[in-house]
Structures are given as C-alpha cells and as structure tokens.
C-alpha cells in the first residue's frame, strides 16, 4: 500500500481525494497509508507531494569550554596553593587544602586543578585507597 501510494505522488500537489481515486482507498486507509510513510509525504499549495530529503548535518563537536570568569582566580589561587603545599616533603592531601583555604575552594576546583598539573606533569601523585598525595615532580 505504501509503495502504490508513492508511486502516485510526485513534485506536483495532489489532492487527497484525487489521491484516495487513484490509489483505490478509502479515505481511513489513505489517512493510515499516509500516516505510515511519516516524513515522505508534505503538504504544497492544498495538495500533498513527495517530501525532499531531509539534509543531514554533522554535529559539531562540542569540546570543554573551559573556566568561567568567576571561577578562573579561585582556580589560580588553587593551583598556586597546591604548588607552595606540595613542595614540602611529605606533600599535599586534598583535606589538606580546603583546611588551608578556609572555605575558599571547592573539592573539586582541587581535582580540576590536580588532574590538570598531573597531566602537565609539574606534580605526582601516590594513592593509599581514596586518599591521594601530591608532591612536585621532579
């Protein structure tokens, strides 16, 4: 049924009674044929034609947008903080940090900015089960 009906459509509006005479429908059938086809079909000027393709556009990838205004001192001051607490022998724990920022950083300004240094490779990082301890690499 779906195939006889595009068959009769073309670029050129056809009514739906012409359409329904054509194909031999009802008029339930052809609404339910129609139905079926979803986005082939389209309304022109009063009268129903093939649909054109529609174009497929790629997304474009939407990468990390990086640090607000607001949030870009808060992370400076962290990560000079990690620097200057790092330096010392037994390095730094994120406990240690939000004790020594009073309420200023948030837990994860801490990992942002460790994750980042770690990938530039400025500290390192050993693990005793969730605790992590950061130290500047040498």
């Known amino acids: 049924m779906e195939a006889n009906i595009l068959s009769l ?6 009514t739906f009674n012409a ?3 054509a194909a031999g ?4 059938g052809l609404a339910l044929g129609l139905v079926s086809l979803g986005g082939k079909v389209a309304v022109q000027d009063g009268g129903l034609v093939l649909a054109p393709e529609p174009e497929v ?8 947008r990086g640090p607000t205004a607001k949030v870009q001192p808060r992370l400076e001051a962290c990560r000079s903080l990690l620097l200057s ?3 010392g022998e037994s390095g730094v724990t994120a406990k240690a940090l939000l004790e020594a920022s009073n309420g200023t950083f948030l837990y994860t300004d801490i990992l942002l900015v460790a994750r980042n240094l770690l990938a530039a490779g400025t500290i390192q990082e050993s693990r005793k089960g969730r605790k992590a301890t950061w130290v500047v690499g040498s």
Request: net charge positive; glycine share 8%.
């Open 9 to 14: 459509l073309s670029d050129s509006p056809v």
């Open 85 to 87: 607490m790092a330096g």
């Open 25 to 28: 429908l009802s008029a339930t």
């Open 19 to 21: 359409l329904q005479k």
């Open 57 to 64: 556009q790629a997304k474009v990838p939407a990468g990390p």
